[in-house]
């Protein structure tokens, strides 16, 4: 087990997920149906599921485009989403 990288991967997620839209819709959802448990079961299923997709649809990608070129292109797109999303756009 690479340690290293399960807390790296942990910490960055954490950090990422703290009151975004997700969270907020949590939020949102409990209070207007006061089922915590069914909420939170529900919520990490659907993460789990999209973390799933990235993961394989990223080692798919990994083994058609060369990794820098991958890192490169991922820096531009969240550069252009924050950009963007400074200016009020997305």
Do not use: C, Y
């Not at 969270?23 to 949102?28: G, K, N, P, R, T």
């Not at 939170?40 to 990994?62: D, E, H, K, R």
């Amino acid at each position: 087990m690479d340690w290293n990288l399960l807390l790296s991967t942990f910490l960055l997620m954490f950090v990422a997920e703290l009151g975004d839209k997700t969270q907020l819709a949590v939020i949102s959802l409990v209070t207007r149906h006061g089922r915590p448990g069914a909420v939170f079961v529900a919520a990490v299923a659907a993460l789990a599921l999209v973390t799933l997709l990235g993961v394989l649809g990223g080692q798919a990608l990994s083994r058609l485009v060369p990794a820098a070129l991958l890192h490169k292109a991922s820096a531009v797109v969240f550069i252009a989403l924050g950009i963007l999303m400074w200016f009020e756009a997305v």
